[in-house]
């Protein structure tokens, strides 16, 4: 099975943006992430697996034209080594185009302005009670 997987380079490290099982497909849209400006480098990765044998051998198909020599990332070796080893025992579907979980976001704190606001709306109800009150 193959499967292959545009990987991006950011901030020191390599991560998998999307997956596909269309070289073709794959290396345009690693193209086309290429040509912005977001990540240091992006390259497309074929991976394929020998069921009979239970190893994934890895490869590099492309090398985004900014390349790894400007961002500073290291060149990926061809490797050979078990799929249950890589991915920790999981088996993963090589289906269409999927994207990689997206990274956690910090929460933001809605907490502080809720309560503000919540303090304001019961000030205004408290004023208009009060002056309620008065005029009787």
Do not use: C
């Not at 998998?16 to 290396?27: G, H, K, Q, T």
């Not at 394929?48 to 990926?76: C, H, L």
């Not at 309560?115 to 009150?133: E, R």
């Amino acid at each position: 099975m193959k499967a292959f997987e545009i990987h991006t380079f950011r901030d020191g490290q390599w991560k998998v943006d999307s997956v596909f099982d269309d070289r073709e497909l794959a290396i345009f849209e690693a193209k086309k992430v290429d040509q912005n400006r977001r990540y240091s480098s992006v390259k497309v990765v074929e991976e394929n697996y020998d069921e009979a044998s239970d190893k994934t051998t890895i490869r590099t198909v492309f090398r985004g034209r900014k390349g790894a020599a400007r961002s500073g990332a290291p060149k990926p070796a061809v490797t050979t080594s078990s799929r249950k080893a890589r991915r920790g025992g999981a088996e993963r579907e090589h289906g269409g185009k999927s994207r990689a979980r997206p990274q956690k976001k910090q929460p933001t704190s809605v907490v502080v302005p809720v309560l503000i606001l919540l303090l304001l709306v019961m000030t205004g109800i408290a004023a208009m009670l009060g002056l309620q009150f008065v005029r009787n």
